[in-house]
């Protein structure tokens, strides 16, 4: 007769101690509670890199348009002392309508888009919803900034990357809201949004430094680099 199959021998001690306090602790939460763990640092992730790859415009208006005239003489010799440096179409006195454009561009869209993205939500897959939000808004996050590499200064260009990039920043909030409220209960969903909601917070301090990085030197990377970043993490 065959022998009955004992159970697996727990590790030695010698073996648990050498296991990280952080994986002993995981290993000694119930399931549900290490899955409601991962969704709400996943989900703090996904809208920090929103929030980060929202912010690169603010940071790089200044550099569209700046003050020329305290940046020495001008090397094309002409009249315009206080603009030679700055970014065409914004290098006129009508800058501020412009920038007014891009960012009115932006928030209308996305206020457009909130009306249709929790439709769409509730029909797709919600991982996938998400995640190929995530990767169209670093495409067009991207794309504004490659305007400054591939040497682009039409105005439409821009607008219509706004457009595009406002329409599609709106998979993140009834998303990850949906992931949060599907794993915690309405006793503790209080004190967990309280904490959770800091992801604003921390993707625009983060979205500023790094966009500042680069905002004097190729102001295009400002933009590339927050845009690889949400679409890396909307891949995880």
Known sequence: HDEPTRPAAPPPPAMRAALAPGVRLLRALPRDSRYRGLTLVLTFLCYTSYHLSRKPISIVKSQLHPNCSALGPNPHNDSNSSTWCSW??????????????LDNAFLVAYAIGMFISGIFGERLPLRYYLSGGMVLSGLFTALFGLGY????HVL??????QVCNGLVQTTGWPSVVACVGNWFG???RGLIMGIWNSHTSVGNILGSLIAGVWVSSAWG???????????AVGIL
């Open 156 to 161: 439409w260009y821009f607008i219509i990357v």
């Open 186 to 188: 309405k006793g503790k």
């Open 88 to 101: 065409a179409p914004f290098d006129g006195d009508n800058y501020k309508e412009l920038f007014g454009a």
């Open 149 to 152: 590499f591939w040497d682009i």
């Open 221 to 231: 990377l400002s933009f590339v680099v927050p845009g690889i970043i949400i679409a």
